[in-house]
C-alpha cells in the first residue's frame, strides 16, 4: 500500500470517530436534558375563593411541565393551613394568614402571597335591594334586621346563607362587618360556589362572596355608598378584602418552588390573575399585616 493510500485511510479512520463522537455527545446531551425536565407531584388544598385561580394557574404551569402532577382542591382556609400544616400537602391555599387561626404554628410555615380578593355582600336580585350602611350588613347578619323593608326593599324575609366556620372568606368577612359580634344562626354552605347558586335562586337571600364568583344572576351590594371593584380595594375604599396566600411548610421541593414562582410570573399576574376577577398583589397601593392594620405602600 502507497503511502497515498495509507493517508486516506487514516483520514477516514479521523472521520469516522469524529463522527461518532458528535453522536455519542449528542445522545448524553439529550439523556442529560431529558434527566432536567420538572417532575413531582404538587398537592394544593384550602381555600375556595383562591381555588379558581390556582386551578387555571395549575393547568397552564402543567401544560408547560408535563411531568408535573398538580392538583388543586377545596376545603376551606381553616383545612388548607391544617393540612399544609401536618405535611400532608405541598400548599395549603389560605384567604387568612396563618396567625388568624387558632392551632396554626404560623412561624413554622412560609407565605407566598399571590394575589387579593375582594368580598362583598350579594343578594337575591329580587329584594330590591343594591347599596347598604356597613352598620345594616351588620344587623343583618346579627339577626337584628329580618325583612329587606328595613332598609328600603321589598316587604320580603331575609334569608341569611353564610359560610361555614374555617373558611377564610367567612373571617374576612367578619371581621371586617361584624367586628367580634356573633352572627345569626343561619344556614351554612362549604364553598363561594354553592352560595352563588343558593343565592341566586332562593328568594330574599343575602351572603358575601369573593369578587371572582360575582355574576349577573346576583345584585352585588354596596356599602356606605362606595361599590365593590377592583380599584378601590387597591386604595382600601373598599375595605372586605384579604390576601391569597400559599402556605408552604420547610423548604419546597422544586416542582412546588417553580409553581410558586409561576404563580408570581407575569404571565399570571399581569393577565390570569385579572381576567379571573382577582388582583394582581403588585397593584395594591396599601399593605395589610395578619393584625388588620393597614399602611400605605
Known amino acids: 500500500m502507497n503511502k497515498g ?21 449528542s445522545s448524553t446531551s439529550s439523556k442529560s436534558s431529558s434527566s ?3 417532575s413531582g407531584k404538587v398537592t394544593a388544598v384550602g381555600s375556595t375563593a383562591l381555588q379558581p385561580l390556582a386551578a387555571k394557574a395549575g393547568a397552564n404551569f402543567q401544560a408547560k411541565n408535563s411531568k408535573v402532577n398538580l392538583t388543586v382542591q377545596g376545603g376551606g382556609s381553616g383545612t388548607g393551613l391544617s393540612q399544609v400544616q401536618a405535611g400532608a400537602v405541598s400548599i395549603g391555599n389560605s384567604d387568612i394568614f396563618a396567625e388568624e387561626k387558632a392551632g396554626i404554628k404560623a412561624d413554622k410555615l412560609t407565605d407566598h402571597k399571590v394575589a387579593v380578593v375582594g368580598m362583598a355582600p350579594v343578594v337575591n336580585k329580587d329584594a330590591g335591594i343594591k347599596n347598604l350602611k356597613m352598620a345594616q350588613v351588620k344587623q343583618i347578619f346579627t339577626g337584628k334586621i329580618t325583612n329587606w323593608k ?6 320580603q324575609k331575609i334569608v341569611i346563607i353564610n ?3 374555617g373558611s377564610g372568606t367567612r373571617a374576612t368577612f367578619e371581621n371586617a362587618v361584624l367586628k367580634g359580634a356573633t352572627a345569626v344562626k343561619s344556614q351554612e354552605q362549604d364553598s363561594n360556589g354553592a352560595v352563588q347558586k343558593i343565592v341566586a335562586t332562593t328568594p330574599g337571600a343575602i351572603s358575601y362572596l369573593a369578587f371572582s364568583y360575582f355574576t349577573n344572576k346576583l345584585q352585588a351590594v354596596s356599602i356606605d355608598n362606595v361599590t365593590p371593584t ?3 380595594v387597591e386604595n382600601n375604599k373598599w ?11 420547610g423548604t419546597p421541593d422544586k416542582a412546588t418552588a417553580a409553581f410558586l414562582k409561576y404563580m408570581d410570573s407575569k404571565a ?30
Open 268 to 297: 399570571v399576574q399581569n393577565s390570569l390573575v385579572k381576567d379571573m376577577g382577582y388582583i394582581s398583589i403588585h397593584d395594591m397601593k396599601v399593605t395589610k399585616d395578619a393584625k388588620g392594620t393597614v399602611t400605605q405602600n
Open 239 to 249: 375595605k372586605i378584602w384579604s390576601y391569597e396566600h400559599m402556605y408552604t411548610k
Open 230 to 232: 377592583d380599584n378601590n
Open 5 to 25: 493510500s495509507k493517508l486516506a485511510m487514516g483520514i477516514a479512520a479521523i472521520s469516522l470517530l469524529l463522527v461518532g463522537c458528535g453522536k455519542a455527545t
Open 36 to 38: 432536567e425536565a420538572l
Open 150 to 155: 328595613e332598609v328600603g326593599g321589598k316587604d
Open 163 to 165: 359560610r361555614a366556620q
